[in-house]
């Protein structure tokens, strides 16, 4: 019988223990992540199998994050937490635009990895009519229950596809026809910009902004005047700006 704790952090739901976790990956249970111990060995392999032929991320780590996640209980080596929201394809989003009639308005996130920001991020989406969220496997915060309960359950409505590589993803969003806007400081002023055709949204990491080829792969840059002593806002605060910028051009 899986072991569900409630209680830990944002009340993410835990799958502890290696049977409990290995059952849920037969079952194919909605799992966002499975934390797996550094020492290996036993089942451990055969998880860390199924999980990859389900596209599900393992993360290895020590022993004391996992007795710290399960709170004390019999982890066995491995703790999976479940997902919040299914994953779904670029072109689901791709086709989203295509059923509306409008053109196309997604947000990709590079390596956005507090989950208060991600949720804050789809929330804003989900009130500015974005088709949806694209975020990286790895570096990247995930659909868990912090990013519902952040998101005020916006991540239950807006699509969310996880890509292996940002980069090349924006390049086939480029051979769909979608314009891609980067933020960077160096860009031009975002009021200056028409953003009323198909629109993909980049919002850069919180410390370090976006990575440098996707960077170069932007087709614009896209900047915030900023007239006080503080150089960068909150990623989910930009992102808000430029959602909004992009509705208000489109009316």
Known sequence: MAYYND???????LIIGRNPVIEALKAKKNIDTIYVS?????????????AKEQGIVVKNVDDKKLSQMSEGGAHQGVVAIGGVAEYVSVDDILNISK????????????????PH???AIIRTCEAGGADGVIIPKRHSA????????????AAS??????????????DYLKENGVWVY???????DYSTVDMKGAVALVIGSEGKGMSRLVREKCDYLLSLKMKGK????????AAGIFIYEVVRQRG
């Open 7 to 13: 209680n830990f952090k944002e009340e993410k739901s």
């Open 99 to 114: 059923e509306k009639g409008t053109p196309p308005f997604i947000i990709v996130c590079d390596d956005i990895e507090d």
């Open 157 to 170: 409505w807006v699509p969310v596809a996880r890509v292996p590589n940002i980069a090349s993803t924006i």
């Open 230 to 237: 503080v150089t960068s806002l909150n990623a989910s605060v």
């Open 117 to 119: 920001n991600l949720g």
């Open 182 to 188: 980067g933020t960077d400081a160096a860009g031009e």
């Open 38 to 50: 550094k020492e290996g060995g036993g089942s451990i392999g055969l998880i860390c199998k199924m």
């Open 142 to 153: 995930t659909l868990n229950f912090t990013v519902n309960k952040t998101s005020a359950g």
